[in-house]
C-alpha cells in the first residue's frame, strides 16, 4: 500500500488484511485531529470496497496469490480467498467510520462482514476454522499445485500461519463493542443481539434486549432506570424495506410514514437511525419489528462470475445450497424465475439453530458423455438453502451461493 500517499489513495490496493488495518489507522488519525483530507481518502477507498470489490458476503481480497485485491469486479466464486482476517479488517475500518459519521451505511457493511464470512470462519463446536472463505465448492478439485489450492472443502484444525482462528475467536468475544456504543448522552444500539447492556455510569440505564435475530426481526428493548433523561439511538437497516417502531405500544415510526405525529417532538430519523429523546421510566419498552421476506439478489454486469445468477438473502443473511440438502449435487440446479421462495420454520436441531429456505428450480440432467448434441433433461425441484455462515459443518459436500435463473 506504498504506491501512493495515502491522501491520494483512491482504490484498495494490495494485501486485504493489511489494507484494511492501514484504512483503521487512517480513520483513528482522521478523527483525533479532525483531518478532513484524510477522512475523504478513507471514504474514497470504503466506497471503492463496498461498490466495487466487495463479495456479498462481505469478503473481501479476491485473490489467492498475495491474498489481496485485484481490480474493480474481479470477484471470482471458487478460487477466491477472502480471508478471514480481512473481513474482520473490514468491520474495524467500518465501525470506526460510523463512530466518525453517524451514519448506518458503515453498520450495515459492518453487520454483513461479521454475519457471513467471519462467522463462517468458525465451526459450530468451536473446534476447526476457515482462513478462506470461497463461495462455490466442489471438493474434489480443491487439489494441490492449482489455483484452488487455497481453498478448503472443511474447516481445519489450525494453520501454520494462525492468524484467523485467535481473530475471528477475539472478535465474536467482543462482539458487544461492535453492537453498541455511546457518545454523550446518546446510546447506539448498532447490532441487534439479545443480553444486556450497563451503562449506569453515563445514562443511569440498563437495556435488556430480546430478540431472536437474525431469524426473527423482532427487537424488544427494556428500560431498567429510576429516570434519567437521554437519545437512544436504534439502526435502521439498509436490508429492512418495511419497519415499524412502537415505544410503549404506540406507534414511534413506520418506514411508509416515517416518525409519527405524536412523536415528533421526541423522535427523528437521521443518516439511517431513528433518534428517540425523552425521559425514560423503569420498564418502558421499545419494540422494533422488521420485515425479513427472502429476496433474490442480482450483481453488477461487469461481475463476470455472477453473469445470469441470482443470490438469495434474509434479513443480513447470505443463503447457499449445499450437497447434503440437495440429492449430493448442487451444480446441476438453477433457480427459477418468479418461482416460489418460501421462508421454512426455525429449526432447532439443525446446525445450531437456523431457518432455513425453500426455492422453487430445476435440476438439469446430462447424459454421460462429456459433450452430447442431446439436449439436457429439466425436472422440477425444491432447492434446500441455509445460511452460508452454516456450510460445511456436516462433512465433504458442494456448496453454491450464486444460482443460475433459469
Not at 435440476?363 to 425436472?379: F, G, H, N, W
Request: aromatic letters at 10%; one cysteine or more.
Amino acid at each position: 500500500q506504498n504506491h501512493l500517499p495515502v491522501r491520494k489513495q483512491k482504490t484498495a490496493e494490495g494485501h486485504a488484511v493489511r489494507a484494511t488495518y492501514l484504512y483503521c489507522a487512517m480513520a483513528d488519525i482522521a478523527q483525533k485531529y479532525q483531518d478532513e483530507s484524510l477522512f475523504e481518502a478513507c471514504e474514497n477507498l470504503y466506497n471503492n470496497i463496498v461498490n466495487k470489490r466487495m463479495y456479498i458476503t462481505g469478503g473481501i481480497g479476491s485473490s489467492g496469490v498475495m491474498e489481496r485485491f485485484t481490480t474493480d469486479y474481479d470477484l471470482p466464486n471458487d478460487t477466491n480467498y477472502s480471508e478471514s482476517c480481512a473481513s474482520i479488517g473490514l468491520a474495524l475500518f467500518c465501525r470506526r467510520m460510523a463512530q466518525i459519521t453517524g451514519d448506518s451505511k458503515y453498520i450495515d457493511t459492518m453487520e454483513l462482514a461479521l454475519m457471513n464470512t467471519v462467522l463462517a470462519g468458525i465451526a459450530m463446536d468451536g473446534k476447526s476454522f476457515f482462513y478462506v472463505n470461497p463461495l462455490e465448492v466442489w471438493p474434489d478439485n480443491c487439489m494441490p499445485a492449482t489455483d484452488k489450492n487455497h481453498v478448503k472443502a472443511v474447516r481445519q484444525k489450525w494453520f501454520g500461519c494462525a492468524c484467523c482462528p485467535p481473530n475471528v475467536a477475539r472478535t465474536l468475544t467482543s462482539i458487544a463493542d461492535y453492537a453498541w456504543s455511546e457518545q454523550e448522552r446518546t446510546i447506539y444500539s448498532h447490532l441487534f443481539i439479545g443480553g444486556e447492556l450497563d451503562r449506569t455510569e453515563s445514562c443511569g440505564v440498563k437495556i435488556e434486549v430480546e430478540t431472536k435475530y437474525p431469524y426473527d426481526g423482532k427487537v424488544s428493548y427494556r428500560m431498567h432506570t429510576e429516570g434519567s433523561r437521554f437519545t437512544f439511538a436504534v439502526r435502521l437497516p439498509e436490508w429492512c424495506r418495511n419497519e415499524s417502531i412502537l415505544f410503549n405500544g404506540k406507534e414511534v415510526y413506520t418506514t411508509q410514514k416515517g416518525v409519527s405525529q405524536d412523536f415528533r417532538n421526541a423522535a427523528k430519523e437521521e443518516k439511517g437511525y431513528l433518534y428517540l429523546t425523552m425521559d425514560f421510566k423503569e420498564n418502558d419498552i421499545l419494540v422494533c419489528d422488521m420485515e425479513m421476506n427472502p429476496k433474490r439478489i442480482y450483481a453488477n454486469n461487469n461481475v463476470a462470475s455472477d453473469s445470469g445468477m441470482t443470490a438469495i438473502m434474509r434479513g443480513p443473511l447470505v443463503y447457499c445450497a449445499e450437497g447434503v440438502d440437495n440429492d449430493g449435487n448442487v451444480l446441476e440446479l438453477s433457480i427459477s424465475e418468479g418461482g416460489e421462495i418460501r421462508t421454512g420454520s426455525y429449526e432447532k436441531e439443525l446446525l445450531s439453530g437456523i431457518v432455513p429456505i425453500k426455492v422453487q428450480g430445476y435440476r438439469r440432467k446430462t447424459t454421460d458423455a462429456l459433450y452430447s448434441d442431446e439436449k439436457p433433461v429439466k425436472e422440477e425441484v425444491t432447492i434446500t438453502m441455509i445460511p452460508y455462515y452454516a456450510w460445511g459443518n456436516r462433512g465433504l459436500t458442494q456448496m453454491r451461493v450464486w444460482m443460475p435463473e433459469r
